[in-house]
């Protein structure tokens, strides 16, 4: 029987490239010069640090945009709030991983109301469809890339 699953991932290869192209351009920009702004990576948590609010922001933009060119949705990013503290602000950024219990009910309930002929469960932070024919399967990917989610799906192991 034909199977995929519906998860929400981010490379953190690209992502690691990401930060380091981001870095790379906030060191050779003369509006950052002499601020010692940059990015740091822990994990899934990303930290911004600047001199100002506004520089803070800067930063955020080329981040995003060096995400963008590098093939990672920005839309699994959370931000948090700037803090200032002794003439220094820092953003905390929080990277998304998985699909949390009730977008995947959500998914879940989506896919039943198609009527289509396929099965959806959840396992852990991901969907799993399966279907007797491919194009079935199809049209669920379809419908899922239409629905505005707050968060990037891709699909995985599609199998026949």
Known sequence: MPTFDVVS???RHELTNAVDQANREIGNRFDFKGTDSKITQQDEQLTIESESDF???QIDEILRGKMAKRGIDV???ESGEVTI???RAQQPIKV???IDKD???MIVKM???TKLKVQAAIQSEQVRVTGKKRDDLQQVMAM???VDLDLPLQFQNFRD
């Open 144 to 146: 899922l890339r239409e």
């Open 9 to 11: 991932e981010v490379d």
């Open 96 to 98: 998304l991983q998985g």
């Open 75 to 77: 839309a699994c990013l």
């Open 103 to 105: 977008s995947c009910r």
């Open 85 to 87: 503290t002794n003439n």
């Open 111 to 113: 896919i039943k109301e």
């Open 55 to 57: 520089q803070v922001k």
